[in-house]
Structures are given as structure tokens and as C-alpha cells.
């Protein structure tokens, strides 16, 4: 924790509150990193240090309801975010701030602003009135226009220590175990981890995305292609969360199969013994296959490769275990 | 907060900060709130979309004071229903819920709190200027028109606004035509300021400012960023516009081959006429002027031309001096123009048929109008 109140990035802190001191806070900013990893957090914390005089600005800022605030993502979760939504927000952007010396605009998941949209911000990215302070947040530079990176200073975060994630949801009173395996899962992201001890359902749904595992391990031919119809009509967000689930697990399958394996260096520690008899029956090659395929699959799904055959080969390439 | 007022002086507040109530489709849902907050033995009203903001002051009965923000939609609809009687508005604190009692009505409205309501800066320190409300207004009416509605040039949505000495000038284009107007204030400022005010908010201090007689203040706030008109009993507070306006005196003709005096009502009648049959020619008109010969006066003939509605030609008398052009405009611009001249006789001043023309009100030398020609087609 640092004085922004934001759980690792210490060293973003550190290098916005050092400009912001110094008077050279730049205009532009974009901070990239992997979803829930406090980009927009971060955000809403520079703006809180702008904006935020007093308690009640503070407040208002903290609630996204700061009149100098001027907070864009998209209507729904994943859609575009679209040309109108931007043209308002240059519109605003061409006035004086109303209560503070500031206007911060904060553009989150800037990836998804249509290509007009990302054509229309340039020039106020490029020339933003003294005022202005814009932030935009994309998980990497690739998917944005070069002209937009070019124009932003950039800050890439990193995931935070699983340690830091750790002790932040032991302060919020998690227990101990429950605590270590958020953490682990998280790999660092703080916002999946807040997520998942606020709703059962986060840990819930990698507990059932498992047991299909395990059931699928024993399976044949026809239930690992019916699970695959199943799987290719859920929404893309869950088909890649399945397979990352998987593809830790097998990753802890590969630690286990090595010969210092130690049960802390496990991520999904509440699968223990289930991993060290999959660590037993296969060999290290094969479980070496396995992660190969999975993370090729990953690959293929992010180039919108059918679903429905990728996962079909995928599952073809699980080994079949006797039946316990 | 605890308070009685008449119904008539609520209704009549509510309708004054209306225009300022932003869309329902606001990010901030209290902007689609009204301000209801008890004021020095007053009760203010104030509605703000962050460009523009409307404080009013009405007379009322104070118990408790107090502050609170209810939507602005169901509070107006329901006061306009109310009897012309005296209306009783009490706050629950806890709930954050104004009950509204007037005659057998009993309603209560779910608000939000008042801290969350953006501040609104009100007239406190000494004014900047003063101006004289009907010079004020004519301004307003002869400049806003030529600003640009389109968004895509913000600084062209705003009108510059110069104070300097005791002299205020007000000036506005979209990039086809260019109004610019000055006159005197009250006493002469203590510095020279120019601002961007966003003509969207200086059509509301027209409409608001009524028929008041009084001088009204105009402040511009310590940090620059809004400018305010203070009125009776209501304040109107512009967001300005934080950029640079074009230099636009280099594009003002210095000279003029021809100067054209018409007789403005005559002139805007023709152009009327000529604009029905100029819609389907994109408001092309064409403008004939020819100066008189020794028996025959000077003429302008306003033509308008569409392949599929017909033609339209007006002829009028007109004092000529120089030669004889033929110039294409956009005849709506025409009429806006001739409509901002308030004097009984016109001038034209025209180089080129590709040069700006200059239109100005004859004995009134501090309007001054400038608009593009069109390109004619030939024949």
C-alpha cells in the first residue's frame, strides 16, 4: 500500500506523484497492463490527487461524479466504445474546468474506441488544452493505433507481487488459506483478486471449470465432443477463463512432475493431491504437450479460429486416464 | 430546510434554470437535478450541465435552512400542477426526501444530496463590467447567429468577447461568415480581458434577461474559467471555452470597388422570396447590382434559380457607387445578416465576385458583417 491507497504499481505512484510535484505532469497518458490489474484504478487515483481538494471531492471523485471527472468506457462490457461517446468527451474537453484547476478525462478499455473514434482524439491528445489531463487504458500498445501510443506517455504495469495481493486481502480479513490461494489464482492481478472475495461465484466458477477437467480426463470420445459443442456456445470470456484455469493447473502438474516440486510453489493449493496423482500418471512430456496445446488453442481463439474445432482438437489431445 | 414560497415565484424560477438542466442521458445523474437551497432569507434555484449554469432567486419564507437536489423534471411537472397558493417544502435529512405540501397536495420527492451538486460560482466580488441590458441584447442578437453550430470546431461555437477600456466587442464565425459588434460599457474595465463564451450560453442571457432595466454585471471568476452575468434576481454562468479564437481582422477587406446602399426591409423581403426557390439550388442566389445611369437609378436584383421548382427574381432601387458586379451567396445567409441590421438602410461592399462581401447598418458603424460569396454556376 502506498499513500495513493493502491495495492502494488509503487513505482507508477512514485513516478506520477514525483511530476505531478514538479509541475510536469504530461497531458497524455496511457497505461497499459493485463484486465483487473488496477489500470483504471490508478487512473481514478491521479485524478483523485488533481482533483481531489477537499473531502467532498474527493468522495465525488472516488464515485466517478466529479464534475471535472469525465470517466469513458463502453455502454456494455467488451463493446465498442463509440464515436459519439468521444465526440462528447472532446467537446467537454474544449472548456475550462468547472470547480477545479483540472479536467481529467479517463478512457478505459481506449482498445475499444472504433478506428473514427481513435482518429477523432488524436489532435486532442496531441494539443490538449493546458487543463487537460487524459488517460486512456488498453491491456497493450498493439491494439492501438501507433499514432495514439506515439502521442501518450506511457506507463506499463506489471502484475503486483503475489505477496502484496496477499496481504491486501489478509487486511480485508480474509483467512489465512483462503487468502493464499486468491492470491496465487490472481497471479498478481489486485482486481480479480477483490473481485473474488467479494463473490463466491469467481472462485465458485474455476472450482466447476476443474471438476469438468477431471470429469473430461476419464471421459470418451463423444462426452469430450459434446462438452466442446457446450463450451464453443459460451461466451468467449468464459471459454478463454476456462482454459487459463486449466492451464494453470497443468502448469502445477508440470512443477509436480519435476524433483523439487514443494507444495508452496503450487497456485491451485486447494488441488494438492489431485495434481500429484496427474503428476504420477503422466509423463513429463505429456503434460509438456498438454500446456503447449492449451496456450496454442488460447492463440487460436484470440485469431477467431472456429471455437468449436479448436476446442474439439484440443480435447482430443487430453489423455485418457483409467476411471478411478 | 424548511420553507414556504408562492407557487407562481417557484414556477417562475424552475422555467428561468430549466434551459440549463442537462439531457436525462447524463454521466452525472444530478445534473439532471434541480438545486433547491435556502439563500439569505431566499430560496435559490440553480441547474447547471457543466457549459452552462442558471442560479435564480426567489422570494420565500425560511424556517430551517438548508440544501438539496431533486430531479428537475418531476419537481417542474409537479409545481405547474400545483394551485397558485403558497407551497410548503420540507427536507427529511436521513431520507434525503423533500416533501412538497401545497393546498390538499402532499408529495414527497426521492433527491440527492446537495454536496454533490457542482458548484456554481455566484456574484460576489466586484464586477468586471456593466453593461446596459437593451445594448447587451442587441449584441447578443446581431453576433451569436454566425457562430458555428457544429461541433467539430469547438472554438468556432464560442463568441470572443473583448473588454477593453470602456469599449465591448463581441465577435463570432463559422468560417462562411463573420459577425462582429461593438459598444460602450457602463465605466471602462481596469484591465483588458478577452474570453470564449459559448453562444449557446449568451442566447440563454438574452432570454433570461427579459425586459429587466438595470445594468447587468458581467464577472469573469479568478480562475478564468467562467464568465458571469449577473442579473436581477438571476445569475447565468458560462463555461469558457479554453481556446484560441482565429485572428480574423487580417480577412476584413481594407477596401471596396463597390458600395451598394439598399433599403434593408426591402432587401430582406427579396431574399425571402428568392430563398423558396433557392432550397433545391443549396441556397444558391445570385446578386445582380448595376449603378444608375443619368435618368435611371442604381438596382440589385436578387435571382434564384432550381431546376426543378422554377425561378424567382426581385428587383429593388438602390444607391450605387463603383461598378457593376454580379456575386453568389448563400441567400440563408443573407437573410440572417439583413436581419441583424437594425437601421432602416443597408450597405454592401463588395471587390470580387470571389471576394467576402461587407454588410453593414447605414449610421451604425459599430455592426459590421462579412460573408463568402458562393460559387456561380455559369450560365
Redesign the interface.
Known amino acids: 500500500m502506498n499513500d495513493w491507497d493502491i495495492i502494488g504499481h509503487d513505482w507508477a505512484v512514485r513516478r506520477l506523484r514525483r511530476a505531478i510535484e514538479q509541475g510536469q505532469l504530461a497531458q497524455s497518458h496511457l497505461f497499459v497492463g493485463p484486465p483487473s490489474i488496477g489500470k483504471a484504478t490508478l487512473a481514478l487515483a491521479l485524478a483523485r490527487a488533481l482533483l481531489g481538494h477537499n473531502d467532498r471531492a474527493r468522495a465525488l471523485v472516488n464515485q466517478r461524479r466529479h464534475p471535472d471527472l469525465l470517466w469513458v468506457e463502453p455502454a456494455d462490457a467488451g463493446e465498442a466504445l463509440k464515436v459519439e461517446q468521444i465526440r462528447e468527451l472532446l467537446h467537454a474537453l474544449t472548456l475550462a474546468p468547472v470547480e477545479s484547476r483540472h479536467r481529467i478525462a479517463i478512457v478505459n478499455d481506449a482498445h475499444l474506441i472504433t478506428e473514427s473514434g481513435q482518429n477523432a482524439i488524436l489532435k486532442t491528445l496531441e494539443e490538449p488544452n493546458p487543463s487537460v489531463v487524459i488517460v486512456l487504458t488498453a491491456p497493450n500498445t498493439d491494439t492501438l493505433l501507433p499514432t495514439i501510443v506515439s502521442r501518450c506517455q506511457l506507463l506499463n504495469l506489471r502484475p503486483a507481487p503475489v505477496r502484496a495481493v496477499e496481504e491486501a486481502l489478509l487486511a480485508r480479513g480474509v483467512a489465512g488459506e483462503r487468502a493464499a490461494l486468491i492470491a496465487r489464482l490472481s497471479r498478481g492481478r489486485i482486481g480479480w483478486a477483490l473481485r473474488a472475495i467479494e463473490d463466491d461465484a469467481t472462485l465458485e466458477a474455476r472450482a466447476e471449470r476443474l471438476r469438468d477437467l477431471r470429469d473430461l480426463l476419464t471421459a470418451g470420445r463423444t462426452q469430450r465432443f459434446a462438452y466442446a459443442e457446450k463450451l464453443a456456445r459460451a461466451e468467449p470470456s468464459h471459454v478463454v477463463q476456462t482454459l487459463e484455469d486449466w492451464l494453470l493447473l497443468w502448469r502445477d502438474v508440470a512443477r509436480a512432475t519435476g524433483r523439487e516440486a514443494s507444495p508452496e510453489a503450487l497456485v491451485n493449493a486447494d488441488q494438492r493431491d489431485w495434481i500429484a496423482q496427474l503428476a504420477n500418471a503422466l509423463s513429463v512430456a505429456q503434460v509438456a504437450a498438454l500446456l503447449r496445446a492449451i496456450s496454442q488453442t488460447l492463440q487460436y481463439l484470440d485469431r477467431n479460429v472456429n471455437p468449436r474445432l479448436a476446442l474439439d482438437v484440443l480435447l482430443l489431445k487430453l489423455p485418457r486416464l483409467p476411471a478411478s | 430546510m424548511r420553507l414556504s414560497c408562492l407557487q407562481e415565484n417557484l414556477a417562475r424560477g424552475l422555467s428561468i434554470v430549466s434551459r440549463a438542466v442537462a439531457p436525462r442521458t447524463a ?4 445534473l439532471t437535478h434541480i438545486l433547491l437551497a435556502t439563500d439569505h432569507g431566499r430560496l435559490k434555484i440553480a441547474a447547471t450541465n ?2 452552462l449554469g442558471i442560479s435564480c432567486w426567489v422570494g420565500a419564507k425560511v424556517e430551517d435552512e438548508g440544501a438539496i437536489t431533486v430531479p428537475a423534471r418531476t419537481f417542474t411537472d409537479l409545481v405547474a400542477l400545483l394551485p397558485a397558493d403558497r407551497v410548503d417544502l420540507e427536507l427529511n435529512i436521513r431520507t434525503q426526501t423533500l416533501r412538497v405540501r401545497s393546498g390538499r397536495t402532499d408529495a414527497n420527492i426521492k433527491g440527492i444530496d446537495a ?2 451538486f ?2 456554481i460560482p455566484t456574484f460576489q466580488d466586484a464586477a468586471t463590467a456593466r453593461i446596459d441590458p437593451t445594448v447587451l441584447k442587441k449584441m447578443i442578437t446581431q453576433v451569436v447567429f454566425a457562430a458555428a453550430t457544429d ?1 467539430s470546431r ?2 468556432l461555437t464560442g463568441v470572443l468577447t473583448k473588454l477593453e477600456g470602456d469599449t465591448i466587442t463581441m465577435a463570432a464565425t463559422d468560417g462562411f461568415r463573420l459577425s462582429v459588434r461593438s459598444d460602450r460599457l457602463k465605466e471602462p474595465v481596469s484591465e483588458p480581458r478577452t474570453i470564449l463564451i ?1 453562444a449557446k450560453a449568451l442566447v440563454e442571457v438574452g432570454r433570461v434577461m427579459g425586459d429587466q432595466e438595470e445594468p447587468v454585471a458581467i464577472g469573469i471568476t479568478p ?4 464568465v458571469l452575468f449577473h442579473m436581477k434576481d438571476v445569475d447565468v454562468v458560462a ?5 484560441k479564437f482565429p485572428d480574423y481582422e487580417p480577412i476584413i477587406p481594407k477596401r471596396h470597388d463597390t458600395r451598394t446602399i439598399v433599403n434593408t426591409a426591402e432587401m430582406l423581403k427579396a431574399c425571402r422570396q428568392a430563398s423558396i426557390f433557392a432550397r433545391d439550388s443549396l441556397d444558391t442566389v445570385r446578386v445582380l447590382v448595376k449603378p444608375g445611369e443619368e435618368l435611371e437609378p442604381g438596382k440589385v436584383t436578387v435571382v434564384a434559380r432550381a431546376d426543378e421548382t422554377g425561378d424567382n427574381q426581385s428587383e429593388l432601387e438602390a444607391t450605387v457607387v463603383g461598378n457593376e458586379i454580379e456575386i453568389g451567396f448563400n441567400v440563408k445567409y443573407l437573410i440572417e445578416a439583413f436581419s441583424a441590421v437594425d437601421t432602416p438602410q443597408a450597405a454592401i461592399e463588395t471587390t470580387q465576385p470571389r471576394s467576402p462581401a461587407v454588410i453593414r447598418a447605414l449610421g451604425d458603424d459599430h455592426f459590421f458583417h462579412l460573408v463568402m460569396p458562393m460559387h456561380l454556376p455559369k450560365g
Not at chain 2, 239 to 243: E, R
Open positions: 454521466t452525472l445523474p444530478v457543466l457549459e454536496q454533490e457542482p458548484i461541433e469547438p472554438t459559448p480562475s478564468h474559467g467562467q463555461q469558457l471555452i479554453d481556446q
